[in-house]
């Protein structure tokens, strides 16, 4: 079955940095484009970044020029390093294929916290 798990989460303060990382089996990763979505508090999840498998790297607009996606096809590995965080960063952070349906899997996610 498929399990995606997140991590590399934290509390940071306004303008510092994370790299979030997450693991896919059960999934042919190689042939998916990969994604990192959030979630904060009150609102629904939202698509951040994804990257095709040619390497095309697309962005939210409230990430772009902070976030940068990337993925090693050989470990089933996606990352997120996310710089200049701002409290509205704040989420639980997923990552997935993209696009998602409604039977697909989510793993448990990882708390992003930006605060001072």
């Known amino acids: 079955q498929v399990q995606l798990v997140e991590s590399g989460g934290g509390l940071v303060q306004p303008g510092g940095s994370l790299r979030l990382s997450c693991a896919a089996s059960g999934i042919r990763f190689s042939i998916n484009t990969m994604a990192w979505y959030r979630q904060a508090p009150g609102k629904q999840r939202e698509l951040v970044a994804w990257?095709?498998?040619?390497?095309?790297?697309n962005y939210a607009d409230s990430v772009k020029g902070r976030f940068t996606i990337s993925r090693d096809n050989a470990k089933g590995t996606v990352y997120l390093q996310m710089n200049s965080l701002k409290p509205e960063d704040t989420a639980v952070y997923y990552c997935?294929?993209?696009?998602?349906?409604?039977?697909?899997?989510w793993g448990q996610g990882t708390q992003v916290t930006v605060s001072s």
């Open positions: 990257m095709t498998t040619a390497g095309v790297r």
């Open positions: 997935n294929k993209f696009p998602t349906y409604m039977a697909d899997s």
